[in-house]
């Protein structure tokens, strides 16, 4: 919201006092809020959502004295509401809004002798409020200041490179059972049926890109129904991710092998109670996603299972096709967070609406990692309670390290492009934080990881005297047959 953020605090009467606290928009040229509850003044509100307060005759005489009040939005200006409001002994006025919340702005010298404090908030918030505290509720208004950094990203950070440096490893061990499947005739032909892989070649990049930039803009206009579209497909892809995930990990142990056969075919007991585990975990999640309190715990684990199964399935046959599709990737990400702001009609950018759910849509796209903001500010409470990181911004960069993992392992070469590679997303990604915190706004991550990571795994094929070879991929190719 572009506007001045605050908080609504709400007592109630019982005892210990129940308090919540309700994002509220106010203009920081009419009225300064504390920084803090010290020594705050509570009033009690009086609802009067049934009126817009157009007119002191919409009111018993006295019913607002040494009160705060909330009516409703429409018919008449802010100020006049307010002027109304303090002529009748109103000490704050709160008008709710059924719609978007926005800056709040009229012309201020004809009414300067209104001098209570008036804010915006949500009509949702009002209504929320009556049946978690009942009618009788005392509230007062703050804005703390925005923390210069928020140590939820520490935990964003750990789960972003410990995600990209599995699903690198991931693929590097993959790899090498295809090497040995290629030299072991015997095996050779059962690997490849087991194999999954995809291979991007380069024009299969550039029709990758071109369909995330047609979703995006069908995602803009048409958000409230393909919402549902992409949260039944992450159910579907995250429970088949995390089976993959676990299964990789119980296939390393020696136990618990009992097998039933079925339909011709026997299949470990194990992996049945796996596979009915994890639809589970996505039937969980799909029903309770807006729980705050926990769900973001479910989509994180369903999120970095995704990403994972994601790197290790498909593959960039070469250096050339990383560039491509991490450098196209890096232009649909600048564009449509800093360029599409100049052509929508309400100067948005079309990946942040999309992101929070444009027109306020409740339901959010599951397509990023989530965790709660440790640090309490007003943004916490009216829009950003969690910091975010798309998949994107794993699963691209990912890419790249998965097949730095890869050349190590057809060349044999210590794991130099893979630990650099890492390194350098790692670098990336606190390059992203300190721009976050410097300019107070959200960053596409791509213009930094992708520098980063390109710049680095070039550096690192070139003194090894290895770019063409880096460049045009290894002689082997997965699923070349002889």
């Known amino acids: 919201v572009a506007a001045d953020e605050g908080i609504l605090h709400v007592s ?62 429409g018919n008449c200006t802010f100020l006049e509401k307010a002027r109304i409001a303090q002529s009748l002994g109103a000490k704050m006025l709160l008008i709710a809004s059924k719609s978007r919340l926005s800056a709040i702005s009229d012309n201020k010298t004809d009414f300067e002798d209104v001098t209570i404090p008036i804010a915006l908030i949500r009509y949702n918030d009002i209504v929320d409020m009556q049946l978690m505290f009942g009618n009788e509720v005392n509230v007062t208004l703050y804005s703390p200041p925005l923390p210069e950094f928020d140590y939820s990203m520490v935990v964003i950070f750990v789960i972003a490179v410990f995600t990209v440096a599995l699903g690198g490893y991931w693929s590097g061990v993959a790899e090498l059972e295809n090497l040995k499947a290629v030299a072991s005739p015997g095996e050779r032909e059962t690997r490849w049926k087991k194999e999954e892989n995809v291979t991007f070649t380069p024009v299969t990049v550039i029709l990758f890109v071109v369909i995330c930039c047609v979703m995006l803009v069908l995602l803009y206009f048409f958000y409230k129904w393909l919402v ?116 929508t009609k309400n100067g948005a950018s079309i990946m942040v609406e999309v992101a929070a759910g444009p027109f306020g849509n409740s339901e959010k796209l599951p397509v990023v990692i989530r965790v709660p903001r440790l640090e309490h500010s007003a943004s916490t409470v009216c829009d950003l309670p969690f910091s975010l990181l798309g998949f994107g911004d794993i699963i691209v960069p990912g890419l790249l390290v998965a097949y730095c993992r890869r050349f190590d392992v057809q060349t044999r070469s210590s794991s130099v492009y893979y630990i650099s590679c890492t390194i350098a997303y790692a670098v990336g990604m606190v390059l992203t934080f300190i721009v976050l915190a410097l300019m107070k706004m959200g960053q596409p991550a791509l213009l930094y990881l992708v520098p980063c990571t390109l710049i680095t795994s070039s550096l690192i094929a070139w003194r090894r005297k290895e770019m063409k070879k880096f460049w045009k991929g290894s002689s082997y190719q997965v699923g070349c047959r002889p």
């Not at 109630?12 to 920084?35: A, Q």
């Not at 007119?55 to 909330?70: C, F, H, N, R």
């Not at 309770?288 to 790197?311: K, M, P, T, Y």
């Open 228 to 343: 549902y579209v992409i949260i039944s497909v992450f159910c579907l892809a995250s429970a088949m991710s995390l089976y993959n995930c676990l299964a990789a990990l119980i296939g390393q142990i020696p136990f618990g092998r009992c097998r039933i056969t079925c339909f011709n075919k026997t299949i470990e007991v194990r992996l049945i109670f796996l596979a009915v585990f994890c639809i589970a975990a996505a039937v969980v999640w799909a029903v309770f996603r807006n729980e705050d309190r926990w769900a973001w715990i479910l989509q994180d684990i369903l999120g970095v299972a995704f990403c994972l199964n994601f790197i290790k399935t498909l593959k960039m046959p070469n250096f050339k096709s990383c560039v491509i599709l991490l450098g196209l990737l890096l232009l649909y990400d600048v564009f449509f967070v800093f360029i599409t702001p100049f052509i």
């Open 12 to 73: 109630g009467n019982g005892v210990p006092p129940v308090t919540k606290d309700y994002c509220i928009i106010y203009n920081s040229k009419w009225v300064s809020l504390p920084k803090t509850l010290d020594n705050a003044t509570y009033w009690t509100l009086e609802n009067l959502t049934s009126t817009v307060l157009c007119s002191s005759a919409e009111v018993p005489s006295g019913l607002m004295k040494d009160k705060a009040v909330v009516v409703m939005r």
